[in-house]
Structures are given as C-alpha cells and as structure tokens.
C-alpha cells in the first residue's frame, strides 16, 4: 500500500514559483507539503537573476538583510556591444525598490534560503527526491497527487494542488490543460569560461552580424549564452569544439585566451527555448503557475521574475480561503486573471524582439547599423528607465500581504 499524507496544498516542483508559494502559504497558515524530484537544487544554467522586485519582497518578509549576505553580484545596469560601441540599456538604478540593482546569484542558494526559512514553519513539508506520476481524481475533481520517492510510492491528498513544475509540467499534461505555443526562432547554447581582472566590469550582451551572445559577470566566471537559430545545435556539435571556440573568440576576442578550458561538448549546454501560455490555468482542485502556467523566452531573464511574482498573488488571493477551507473554484481563476496580464504583455514583448530582432541578427551576413531602440536609449538616457522597470519590476509587480495565520 502506499504511503498516505494529507495536506491543505500539495505544491509539486521546488523552483522558484513552488517554493516561494509553500513558504508564504505556510506563513499564512496553510498547511504545505512541497514535493521536488531532485534530491538538491543544485542545477546548471538555471535563471540566476534576483530581480529588484524580488529583492523588495525580500525586504517586506524582513529577510533581505540576511539575505544579501549571501554571495552575490550586483549589477547597476545592462549594456549591449554592436561592434565598438557600447550601448546602454537599461539603468536600474531609478527604480522605486530599496535595491536598485539585479542580483546575480546561483539560483540554488536562493532556493535553498527560502527552503530554510520555510522549514522553520511548523506547518511545512518538503520532499525531496519525490516525483509527481499523476493526480488524484474524484468525480472530475483533483484531490491530491501521486508520487514516488525514496520510501516508495506515495499518495497526497489535498484540497489544492498547486502545479509549479515548469515548462515540461506533467501536472498540467495530466490535467489535460490545453497549451498555446507561440513559437521561438532560437535556442541558446550556455557554457561558463574564467574571468580575469583585465575583462569588462558588467553584465552585457554582444551583437554581431549572424551572432549574439549573453555574458553574465559571476565573479570568477563568465555564464556565457550563444544564441543559435532554432534546431541549429546539432548541426554545431556535430563539428570540432575547436570551430565553436573560434567563434566565439570572433564574437569576444577578450576570451581568446581561456577558450581552451572547454574541452569538449560535455561543457557546453543546450537551452531548447519555448514560449507558450495556457489558456485556463486552473481546473477544479488544481492551479498551474510559473512556467507551467506561461512558458517564458530568456530575452530579458524575466521568467523567475513572473514566477514569483505569480507566488505572491496566489497566496495574496487564497492563502486565507485554503486555511479556513473555503477555497472555491472561482478563487484559481482569479489567480489567472491577475496573472494573465503580466504573462500576455511579457510574452507580447518578448516576442516581438523575437521575431524582430533576434531572428534579424542571427540571419544577417553583413555589417548593420544600430537598431532604432538601442539609438534612442544612446540618445535619451532617461529611456533607460522603461526596459529597467520592465526587467526589473515587470508587468504588474505584486506585494506580500502583511497579514499571517
């Protein structure tokens, strides 16, 4: 027989989205279990961005002071190279948050920070090495999950189940929640290389005919992104790991002396990027946010942001009803409806830059001269202010309610 447990949520996938969920629901007082396949957080290549917004939620659960002392990088501004002009693109420097700066840090401390901080809530449960395989029905409802972990197979019933298992959620398949996919001209390739005293100071992007590259300061490292046209890279892993260092030492000649440290494929990996949305997040007894709610693109880094931005509405719109076990079907699609919005003008955005520019650069054989946007920031600095509110506030950003169970 399998093992039986029972919670106010079940809450499956222990990213961003789930995990800031389960702490601030625990915190209202709602009884979480959390369930993660993995048996640590420990995940290469993961969105390592702390966004401003992310940072002020810290500060009004009063844990940013503890916070920011673990290692981080903080960076003040975005910049774009197009040959040899450096363009600035985005000053977060006037934003209306206490931090005004994006926060570079390997998403596993952050994870495992608000681990911590929720395990210290009576009312917690995390289950680690413990994946989702279905749901648990009764008459057309979603009473809980099915689940293996390290003691065996596992039944969790629920009066929520709350599907934070990314883009490829198995939640949201099994519920049969109809996806709209908009499409993606590009995948990314990410790989890390040392960084020396003598590089650039700050995070910022290259921009060449057919090329663009991420470059994210890590302190001793650079995590690097090459963009590649859509289904491009096995066409590129087919050729020598030589032929990819030249490349990139054509795009960054700073590089040229350390390209050598990626020995072969196995150093390099590959983002396959999606865009979708569903189009009803929710059915009776379960709710999908995160990226199993909208798939986000990289432009920008602003899936984490969406994510727990998507946390704090939830438990901002039904923490209190799940505690007294009021919850109504009508309550998980308000989360959609306060949602949506933010999700659809995002991905709108993304897309646009896409199909417009992306897919331009990464097609183009020749020398091009700047685009307009990247002019006009040149131009008129205060610009700046509109990609840094929208990286770094995004699209309707929420607050933590003040008040706890």
Not at 264 to 281: A, F, H, N, P, Y
Request: with cysteine; charged share 25%.
């Amino acid at each position: 027989m399998p093992q039986t447990i029972a919670a106010r949520c079940c809450v499956v996938g222990g990213g961003p989205a789930g995990l800031m969920a389960g702490f601030l629901l625990a915190r209202a007082g709602v009884d979480v279990v959390v369930i993660e396949k993995h048996a640590d957080f420990l995940r290469d290549f993961r969105g390592d961005t702390i966004h401003p917004s992310t940072l002020q939620l810290m500060f009004e659960l009063g844990l940013l002071h503890d916070f920011l002392k673990l290692p981080h990088r903080k960076a003040f501004q975005i910049s774009a190279q197009l040959g040899n002009r450096k363009f600035v693109v985005a000053d977060f420097r006037r934003l209306p948050t206490l931090c005004k700066f994006v926060a570079f840090m390997p998403q596993w401390d952050f994870l495992d920070f608000i681990a911590g901080e929720a395990k210290k809530l009576p009312n917690f449960r995390l289950f680690m090495k413990t994946a989702a395989s279905g749901l648990l029905e009764d008459q057309g409802r979603v009473v809980g999950v099915r689940a293996a972990g390290p003691e065996g197979e596992m039944e969790i019933s629920a009066d929520l189940v709350l599907a934070a298992d990314g883009r490829t959620s198995r939640m949201r398949e099994a519920a049969g929640l109809e996806v709209e996919d908009f499409g993606a001209p590009m995948d990314v390739l990410w790989l890390e290389l040392r960084r020396e005293a003598s590089d650039p100071e700050e995070t910022f992007g290259s921009i060449a005919p057919g090329r663009m590259v991420a470059m994210i300061e890590r302190g001793a490292y650079w995590q690097i992104g090459f963009v590649i046209p859509k289904g491009g890279a096995q066409a590129i892993r087919s050729g020598p790991i030589g032929a990819f260092r030249d490349t990139i030492v054509d795009c960054l000649p700073f590089l040229a002396d350390r390209v050598e440290d990626l020995r072969d494929w196995e150093d390099v990996s590959l983002l396959t990027v999606q865009v979708d949305r569903l189009k009803v997040w929710s059915r009776p007894g379960l709710l999908c946010i995160g990226d199993a709610a909208h798939a986000m693109s990289p432009v920008g880094g602003v899936g984490i942001n969406l994510a727990i931005q998507d946390a704090v509405a939830t438990a901002n719109l039904i923490a209190e009803k799940l505690r007294t076990g009021s919850l109504r079907d009508e309550d998980l699609a308000a989360v959609q409806r306060r949602r949506e919005l933010p999700a659809r003008l995002t991905q709108r955005l993304q897309l646009f830059i896409q199909n417009r520019v992306i897919r331009s650069v990464l097609a183009a054989d020749a020398p091009f001269e700047p685009p307009l946007a990247l002019r006009l920031l040149d131009i008129f600095p205060v610009l700046r202010q509109i990609p840094a509110r929208l990286i770094g506030l995004g699209v309707r950003p929420e607050h933590v309610n003040s008040s706890r169970g």
